[in-house]
């Protein structure tokens, strides 16, 4: 089975700093997908950023980028510039080719962006 | 209107009580999700469906069941709930196909507390 740890609870970041939230996953899988999602206090699930396992690129998306490292099954997220709006729960997922989109979620951050 | 629409939103029950939490899509999707929101436990399947007729366990159905009235509708019932049910649900669509590379629309969750 595929399982998804975030060990970090909580993570704080002053305004404009960059901050790094961690996620290591375990699979048997060869093709799969990686995603980071940020839930505000709306509660919305947000997507922010994918990452697909057979491209060698990290992704990047604005001020939102990755650390995929393959080999070790950890996908960081780094977040540059933080923003106050930053301030949320973000949850690491994964999925795999074949798995219909189910999503495996990690535990979640939450991340305080301090001014 | 919002794409995947969850009601209700917010919902206080009693122990031993049915209810019924409903989700409607407009994406015209055929796969459907729910999942449960726990602290420090990240987002849960429960159960999916692929289409109208193929209904799902996931990873903790215990003590739920689902109904999928139509393409676009899909509810979550707790047949008598109990507190530790007390949880934040989501349901969410996808398209079939292009695993992890199609988006997930989630809903904007449904709160039920069970006293």
């Known amino acids: 089975a595929q399982t998804v740890t975030q060990s970090q609870p909580e993570m704080s970041v002053q305004e404009a700093e960059t901050v790094t939230l961690s996620c290591t996953y375990d699979?048997?899988?060869?093709?799969?997908?990686l995603f980071w999602y940020k839930q505000p206090p709306s509660r919305q699930m947000i997507l922010v950023i994918r990452?697909?396992?057979?491209?060698?690129q990290n992704a990047t998306e604005n001020r939102f980028s990755v650390n995929f490292q393959k080999a070790a099954k950890s996908f960081s997220l780094k977040i540059s510039d933080s923003q106050l709006g930053d301030a949320a729960m973000y949850f690491c997922a994964y999925t795999h080719n074949n798995a219909g989109n189910m999503l495996t979620f990690g535990g979640g951050t939450r991340l305080m962006v301090k001014p | 209107d919002a794409d995947v629409t969850q009601t209700p939103r917010n919902r206080i029950t009693k122990t031993g009580k049915r209810i019924m939490l409903e989700c409607s899509q407009t994406?015209?999707?055929?796969?459907m999700y729910w999942y449960r929101q726990d602290p420090g436990l990240g987002l849960r399947l429960i159960y999916y469906s692929f289409d109208v007729k193929d209904i799902n366990k996931g990873e903790i159905s215990d003590g739920y069941s689902v109904s999928r009235q139509a393409q676009a509708k899909f509810s979550l019932s707790l047949e008598s709930a109990i507190p530790n049910q007390t949880a934040l649900y989501f349901c969410?669509?996808?398209?079939?196909?292009?695993?992890?590379?199609?988006?997930?629309?989630f809903g904007e969750g449904s709160w039920l507390t069970v006293v």
């Open positions: 994406k015209g999707h055929d796969r």
């Open positions: 969410a669509t996808s398209e079939a196909g292009a695993e992890g590379r199609n988006t997930i629309y």
């Open positions: 699979t048997s899988e060869s093709d799969y997908y």
């Open positions: 990452q697909e396992a057979y491209k060698q």
